[in-house]
């Protein structure tokens, strides 16, 4: 059993910056972030798999850029230009599954707590 937790999110100003992170307890193949907007349903942001295959979500592309320590476990989000439409509560997750993409990590077990991101005008 995989244990994720996230750290970084908080209160930041449209086009402001936030970089998350993501401490898993061991490896995992894919890794990546998903979010929730009160009253939306949960959505994948990123994923990237441990030979670096990166997937984005058309709403952040350009301006989010996953990354990952695999020495160390851990899973970044560096969030750029942030809008308000940003504002979610960001989750962590993994699985082993092939091919990452959003629609597997959303099918794992292995989820963070969440870490909350406020963008405000």
């Not at 100003?13 to 490896?27: D, M």
């Not at 993994?94 to 870490?115: F, M």
Request: hydrophobic share 30%; proline share 2%.
């Amino acid at each position: 059993q995989v244990q994720l937790v996230e750290s970084g999110g908080g209160s930041v100003q449209a086009g402001g910056s936030l970089r998350l992170s993501c401490a898993a307890s061991g490896y995992s193949y894919c890794m990546g972030w998903l979010r929730q907007a009160p009253g939306k349903e949960r959505e994948g942001v990123a994923t990237i798999a441990s030979d670096g295959w990166t997937t984005y979500a058309e709403s952040v592309k350009g301006r989010f850029t996953i990354s990952r320590d695999n020495g160390n476990n851990t899973l970044y989000l560096q969030m750029n230009s942030l809008k308000l439409e940003d504002t979610a509560m960001y989750y962590c997750a993994a699985s082993e599954s092939y091919p990452c993409y959003s629609g597997s990590l959303r099918l794992s077990p292995h989820w963070g707590q969440g870490t909350q991101v406020t963008v405000s005008s």
